[in-house]
């Protein structure tokens, strides 16, 4: 499974991006798929994830209401939309997939930076 996310950007406070993430390989294979988000010096955070069978969803605290996840149709594309953009925001954004069974294994997509300033 390779991944790659795209469309980060500057953006203001109170602005609107979409993000997406662009999946090949053994799609069958994935359970889940998410977002996460590593600000500078802090850890990595999940952000959202989408089950690829029911399309179930889960979000952080800091972002309902706000940021929605989604996948296209034949599942090669999930998307990050994210609204009312904050300057904790800020963060590189990874795309992440997770596979099916008792030890699921996970593959990351490069980041892409999101920077909001206020």
């Known amino acids: 499974v390779q991944l790659q996310a795209f469309g980060g950007g500057l953006v203001q406070a109170g602005d609107s991006l979409r993000l997406s993430c662009a999946v090949s390989?053994?799609?069958?294979?994935?359970?889940?798929m998410g977002w996460y988000r590593q600000a500078p010096g802090k850890q990595r955070e999940l952000v959202t994830s989408i089950t690829t069978t029911r399309g179930l969803t889960n979000y952080a605290d800091s972002v309902k209401g706000r940021f929605t996840i989604s996948r296209d149709n034949a599942g090669n594309t999930v998307y990050l939309q994210m609204n009312s953009l904050q300057p904790e925001d800020t963060a590189a954004y990874y795309c992440?997939?997770?596979?099916?069974?008792?030890?699921?294994?996970?593959?990351w997509g490069g980041g892409t930076l999101v920077t909001v300033s206020s």
């Open positions: 390989g053994n799609l069958d294979m994935i359970a889940v």
């Open positions: 992440n997939a997770k596979s099916r069974g008792t030890l699921p294994a996970q593959y």
